[in-house]
């Protein structure tokens, strides 16, 4: 099963919110399942952004989901959408390296950053899921703050969110061990 269909499939399986089947047709427009998650630190290859996105779901569901206290249908959301600010994100340019071997410059693809929409990480997920779907106030604020100190240095709001949000915390520790720990080795395009 490829990415993108274990991503449809626990999408499918988990997610049955009003809107959601809008969501995902406009997810299947996008480029979500063919980008990069990066431009170079993990999963920067092609159809790296879904990997991650179902490495976390993964993740998330074997180290943090309690069938007593957490819903099935959150952790999908936010797991599978936490990264959805990256469709239409990244472009497919060239820069010139020197070949070792031969010692000649030549022509070699890398990623490139083209944000057309520049409103943050995790506040623009957010904002994209929104269009289609409402999220409950908790997977909101786990997406919001999923990048952790990564992503926006205000750390007492932050660990506000977190001592608030418990779903915060899981969603952040499960894309932390998924880009740190699982996905080492996924960078195609450029190391």
Not at 6 to 17: A, L
Not at 48 to 57: E, K, N, W
Request: proline share 2%; with cysteine.
């Amino acid at each position: 099963m490829t990415a993108k269909e274990e991503f449809i499939k626990i999408f499918k399986e988990n997610i049955s919110r009003e809107g959601s089947d809008r969501l995902l047709e406009w997810i299947e427009k996008t480029d979500f399942f063919t980008a990069p998650a990066s431009t170079r630190y993990h999963c920067a290859c092609e159809n790296g952004l879904v990997m991650h996105s179902v490495s976390v779901y993964n993740t998330m569901m074997e180290k943090h989901f309690d069938e007593e206290n957490d819903s099935a249908e959150s952790f999908a959301i936010c797991a599978l959408l936490h990264d959805l600010c990256k469709a239409q994100f990244y472009t497919v340019s060239t820069r010139n390296v020197k070949n070792e071997e031969t010692g000649r410059w030549e022509k070699v693809p890398y990623y490139a950053i083209d944000d057309k929409f520049p409103f943050g990480h995790g506040e623009k997920s957010v904002f994209l899921i929104e269009r289609f779907m409402r999220l409950r106030l908790d997977e909101a604020m786990a997406i919001r703050w999923h990048m952790g100190e990564f992503g926006d240095k205000n750390s007492g709001t932050i660990s506000q969110a977190y001592n608030l949000y418990p779903l915060a915390v899981k969603l952040h520790l499960a894309d932390l061990e998924s880009t740190y720990l699982r996905e080492k080795g996924t960078s195609a395009v450029n190391n």
